[in-house]
Every structure is written in structure tokens, then in C-alpha cells.
Nanobody
Framework: QVQLVESGGGSVQAGGSLRLSCAAS????????RAWFGQAPGREREGVAV???????TYADPIKGRFTISQDYAETTVYLQMNSLEPEDTATYYC????????????????????WGQGTLVTVSS
């Protein structure tokens, strides 16, 4: 069973940057999707970015041009580089993983993911 552990959250002023990491264990490769979701206080969890084993990426509109998802194949770690942070980005960020069927693409939908990390809090002050 895949286990995911996030790190890298913290407090930053608006305009600053953070890099989140998600380390996976119990991982056997193949066709997969790895994603970041954010849950702001009082709101539902929403997709932020997703990457697959072919390095194809999809981003949510609010963070396009500011966040970048990437992965380190050797370490099975996925990163979320967050630049130009805004107070609206304040949320608990969760990484998620799922297998995908050959020929399909990853969906930035909570229902599409079965493995989740515990979350890491990002607080952006104005």
C-alpha cells in the first residue's frame, strides 16, 4: 500500500515562495497520477496540480503560472513549487496518488485518488 508523507509547509508573507515535498513509500511504479490538493479553512478540498509518470501536468486555473509540480523519479518524490504566494493560497495541502489505466489521463478530481498524505499547512500573510 502506498504511503505518502508531505513536508515543506510553513508561514510566508505574500509574494514569497515555498516548496512542498511528498515522499512515497510502498510504491511499485507503472502508470500513475500524483497530485496536490488544497483545503482552505471552511472550504472543500480542491485540486491544485497533477502529474503522471510521463510528466504530463495539469493545473487549476487560480495557480497557473505561479505553482509548478515536478517529480524526482529516483526518490519517488513529488514537489510543488509555490511562487508569488497570495493570502488566498492559505490552506492545508495534501498530496495524493492513484494508478491510471494505460491510455488515460489524470483527472484533478478528489474522487480519482485513493492514497492521501496527512497534509501540510501553508499560511500566507498579507
Amino acid at each position: 500500500q502506498v504511503q505518502l508523507v508531505e513536508s515543506g509547509g510553513g508561514s510566508v508573507q505574500a509574494g514569497g515562495s515555498l516548496r512542498l515535498s511528498c515522499a512515497a513509500s510502498g510504491y511499485t511504479g507503472g502508470n500513475y497520477c500524483r497530485a496536490w490538493f488544497g483545503q482552505a479553512p471552511g472550504r472543500e478540498r480542491e485540486g491544485v496540480a497533477v502529474i503522471d509518470n510521463l510528466a504530463r501536468t495539469t493545473y487549476a486555473d487560480p495557480i497557473k503560472g505561479r505553482f509548478t509540480i515536478s517529480q524526482d523519479y529516483a526518490e519517488t518524490t513529488v514537489y510543488l513549487q509555490m511562487n508569488s504566494l497570495e493570502p488566498e493560497d492559505t490552506a492545508t495541502y495534501y498530496c495524493a496518488a492513484a494508478w491510471r489505466l494505460p491510455g488515460t489521463v489524470c483527472r484533478l478530481s478528489e474522487a480519482a485518488f485513493s492514497a492521501w498524505g496527512q497534509g501540510t499547512l501553508v499560511t500566507v500573510s498579507s
